[in-house]
């Protein structure tokens, strides 16, 4: 009986086992593999083993073949470990933006809502939220209008400070220091 091993592969890690009978006689073979409960999750198997044993944290997969003279045993055992792998990696990811996140001073929210005008035109409510998350001053909020539109002269809770028609922008700003800064309404039509 002659056994050859081969194994390779890092993320994809592969085990090739097998076993030739080389003699001219029946003979019986016993392959036994080791795995622990968190690598047997990601472990596929061909042919699938004969007896699996769980002893603690440890498994143990066994094959029992008997195998004819002239003739080969080959037994695969391929681990995966680009799932778990991704999983870590959208951990990390997401840890990172949330502390990007956090250590932004201003939050600024867009909301486009449809109006019922008199007169049936097409209208448009822009709703700006301004949010402080730290001590911030001299805010100032540039909205840049689309070319197609008019600005509707009532505005809701604030009045921007500057309206420049040339360049279509709506500008509102804060003078004081800034926990939270009201909302910011305009209307388009």
């Known amino acids: 009986m002659t056994t050859t091993k081969k ?11 097998e076993k030739t009978n080389e003699g001219n006689v029946l003979t019986k073979s016993e392959t036994v593999i080791k795995k622990n409960i968190i690598s047997r ?9 004969d007896l699996v ?4 944290l440890i498994i143990y997969y066994t094959w029992k073949e008997e195998i004819e003279p002239g003739e080969t045993l080959k037994i695969i055992v391929k681990t995966n470990w680009l799932f778990p792998l991704l999983i870590i990696l959208f951990i990390v990811a997401t840890v990172f933006l949330a ?8 939050v600024l929210k867009k909301k486009v809502f449809f109006v019922k005008a008199k007169g049936g035109e097409f209208a448009l409510k822009v709703l700006i939220r301004v949010h402080a ?21 009532k505005f809701g809770n604030e009045r921007p ?12 700003g804060c003078a004081g220091i800034c926990f939270f800064c009201n909302a910011f309404n305009r209307s388009v039509i």
Not at 7 to 17: A, F, P, R, T
Not at 41 to 49: A, V
Not at 53 to 56: A, D, K, L, S, W
Not at 133 to 153: A, G, S, T
Request: proline fraction near 5%; charge should be positive; glycine fraction near 4%.
């Open 99 to 106: 502390k990007q996140y956090s250590k932004t001073n201003l």
């Open 53 to 56: 044993e769980r002893n603690g």
């Open 161 to 172: 400070s500057k309206i420049d028609e040339k360049n279509r922008k709506i500008v509102s």
């Open 133 to 153: 998350l730290k001590d911030i001053e001299r805010i100032n909020v540039i909205d840049r209008l689309p070319q197609l539109v008019k600005i509707y002269e």
């Open 41 to 49: 999750l990601f472990t596929s198997f061909t042919p699938e083993p």
């Open 7 to 17: 194994d390779y592969g890092l993320i994809v890690n592969s085990k090739i086992i």
